[in-house]
């Protein structure tokens, strides 16, 4: 077997416009996942906001999050079911950073 140095060129050539498509999906997947998480960080403060001095509303502010994040979701073209989850685990994430950070910064009395 001998290896061609044209050959070798010309597979990658061929495969080049594939990776353009392959790259053109990706990017439009990561603007879209930007915005969806750009939206649902305005909506935890919005709804922090308008739930502020209310006990143990957790999970009503969590709900209320992810309502309006599908309805954002949906609105982009995009299926709720491909982000639910990543949604959900990214908003336990930043809920938990956001409560270890506060209770070293403002500690309870």
Do not use: C, H, R
Not at 4 to 29: C, D, R, Y
């Amino acid at each position: 077997m001998s290896l061609s140095l044209s050959a070798i060129a010309l597979a990658i050539a061929n495969v080049v416009p594939e990776l353009n498509k392959v790259e053109t999906v990706v990017a439009g997947v990561v603007s879209v996942t930007q915005k969806v998480l750009s939206y649902a960080s305005s909506m935890m403060d919005t709804v922090e906001n308008a739930y502020e001095g209310i006990a143990n509303s957790g999970a009503g502010k969590k709900a209320a999050v992810l309502a309006a994040v599908q309805v954002f979701v949906v609105a982009l073209g995009a299926q709720w079911g491909d982000f639910e989850a990543v949604i959900t685990q990214w908003i336990d994430t930043v809920k938990t950073a956001f409560n270890d950070l506060k209770s070293v910064v403002a500690p309870a009395a």
